[in-house]
């Protein structure tokens, strides 16, 4: 009995210690929103952020997606052509990437190489008294260091998303019509009529707008909040990107419920 | 305005349920360069985070130019900082940023100055703690006196009333350490400054403070100038000014007897 009672009341402080973490950190989110004014007057700290998070990340981010489009191009011919509707690849290969495979995968390969980095040097900025530094020389490091970083990942993410699915059709256009020999003309045109401005491109940048955030939040909040340990900085940069993964697939969910219900 | 910078009225500060500081009364005067010392985890740290207003004491008061800083809200508390100085023990630079970067920070941050005035001053602070040739510099280039050095020099950026220094002379070489202790005396005489050093370097600080607090398990256990210091018979301070290994603070942490621990009592 004594070890039920003990284990209840340890997953409930479990609990509790969660719900209280996501309320500390909703704080954190809208303290960084409350303070985003000065980087805006100095817009050049938030383009220093945009390199460091975006361009930095231009590597990986194109070489996957001209990888994924090219896997679609193959995968998809292979189905297609057993319906006989080789011709409609170009329309898989936009969709899938535009709507789905774009925004997700760019957000996951963005959490691992962006936000980790964040995470690691907000955490080390603490572990090395440069946060505290910063209050005792009566500048607000949410101000100077978050918001920066912010509205630097913020932007970089839905370019990122964008760039990713350029690349990823144009995998898709070597694989199928240049290697496999599609028609060219049906493979653009098709994919023209048929990719919607506002119901696929549109929301695709919505979705990958809200998957910056929430990647950007969370490694923020996770380096921020780091005991300042090389243990501590280690164990928070993982959580980054876990906790980000997870979000993104769970907001990827919701999300398309919401935006590509009864298509 | 008062002779005294910072007078500090039984203060006592907790940790949770643990009392660090225990009714510590301090006086600094202006221009004096004053010393916290102390063995390891005696509360000195945590002495100047309150004076700095990073902490709020749990009774008693703080006062930095006749200012309760306690008292102060969060815009309060950074207009008081923006006349206060602190050098952490490491020196704390911002390591995406270069030495002159480091420097300016404050110039940026706090005033419209135009951008030759910035590069006057930067240089002219660096030139005070002799590395105006290593302006160039990232921190990782720097050995580990340059970047306290560095630090000293961002920290007297705005001429600030007050600085406060965490173990200045912690991990540095001699000629390091007695370039520093000197640098702390000659700064605080030629701006006109008030220094609070917290330190358990007893013999590079006693060369240059105008007066020593000793504080030992949260209370001011002794006090006075460097000669008062160097001639006490307290057992705790003797035992510290000549680094004797036993003494009043023992060699051992509070354990069991040896004997039972190793089983040997049967």
């Known amino acids: 009995m004594e070890a039920v009672i003990r284990s209840v009341r340890g ?62 191009g193959l995968q998809g011919y292979e189905t297609l052509q057993t319906y006989g ?24 390969l963005f959490a691992s190489r962006a936000g980790s980095a964040i995470t690691a040097e907000i955490g080390l900025m603490r572990a090395t008294e440069q946060i505290e530094a910063m209050e005792m020389m009566a500048v607000d490091p949410i101000a100077r260091v978050v918001a920066p970083r912010f509205w630097g990942a913020v932007i970089s993410m839905p370019l990122l998303a964008a760039l990713f699915s350029a690349m990823g059709i144009f995998g898709g256009y070597l694989v199928g019509v240049v290697m496999i020999g599609v028609d060219e003309g049906s493979f653009w045109s098709q994919m023209q009529a048929a990719v919607d401005v506002k119901n696929d491109i549109l929301n695709g940048v919505f979705k990958s707008f809200v998957f910056g955030v929430a990647v950007t939040v969370i490694a923020l909040f996770e380096g921020y909040d780091a005991p300042p340990t090389a243990e501590g900085v280690s164990r928070a940069t993982t959580r980054t990107v876990v906790t980000s993964s997870l979000a993104i697939l769970g907001l990827d969910f919701i999300l398309t419920a919401f935006m590509f219900r009864g298509v | 305005m008062s002779d005294n910078l910072i007078e500090i ?47 709020k004491p749990t009774s008693g008061s703080v006062q930095v130019d006749g200012i309760d800083v306690g008292a102060l809200d969060q815009d309060g508390l950074y207009k008081l900082r923006r006349r206060m100085g602190m050098l952490f023990q490491f020196g704390a630079l911002f390591t995406d940023l270069s030495v002159y970067e480091n420097v300016a920070f404050q110039l940026r941050e706090h005033t419209d100055l135009p951008e030759e005035m910035i590069r006057d001053l930067v240089l002219m602070k660096l030139n005070a703690v002799g590395l105006r040739g290593a302006h160039a510099l990232m921190p990782s280039e720097l050995s580990g006196g340059m970047a ?32 520093t202790g000197e640098l702390i005396r000659r700064l605080t005489d030629s701006l006109g400054m008030t220094s609070i050093v917290v330190t358990h370097d007893v013999q590079e600080s006693l060369k240059i403070v105008d007066y020593v607090y000793f504080v030992s398990d949260g209370v001011v256990e002794a006090q006075g100038t460097a000669a008062d210091i160097k001639a006490s018979v307290l057992p705790f301070v003797h035992q510290f000014v000549h680094g004797e290994a036993d003494g009043p603070v023992p060699f051992h942490y509070p354990a069991p007897p040896y004997r039972a621990d190793l089983g040997l009592n049967a």
């Open chain 1, 11 to 72: 997953l409930g402080h479990r609990i509790v210690n969660v719900v209280q973490r996501m309320g500390v950190a909703a704080r954190f989110f809208v303290l960084t929103l409350l303070h985003s004014g000065p980087s805006f007057r100095r817009f050049q700290l938030i383009l220093h952020e945009i390199y460091s998070a975006g361009v930095l990340s231009l590597i990986i981010i194109l070489v996957s997606g001209l990888f994924v489009g090219m896997v679609l």
């Open chain 1, 85 to 108: 509707s080789s011709d409609a690849l170009g329309i898989l290969v936009a969709l899938s990437l535009v709507r789905e495979l774009g925004p997700v995968v760019a957000a996951l």
């Open chain 2, 9 to 55: 009225r039984d203060l006592s500060f907790a940790y949770g349920e643990r009392m660090v500081l225990k009714g510590i009364n301090l006086t600094a005067r202006r221009g004096q360069v004053i010393a916290i010392m102390g063995n390891s985890g005696c509360g000195k740290t945590t002495l100047l985070r309150l004076i700095g207003g990073a902490l």
């Open chain 2, 148 to 179: 306290r050095r560095v630090a000293l020099a961002r920290s007297i950026a705005l001429d600030p009333m007050l600085i406060m220094y965490d173990e200045p002379f912690a991990g540095l070489d001699p000629i390091s350490l007695g370039v």
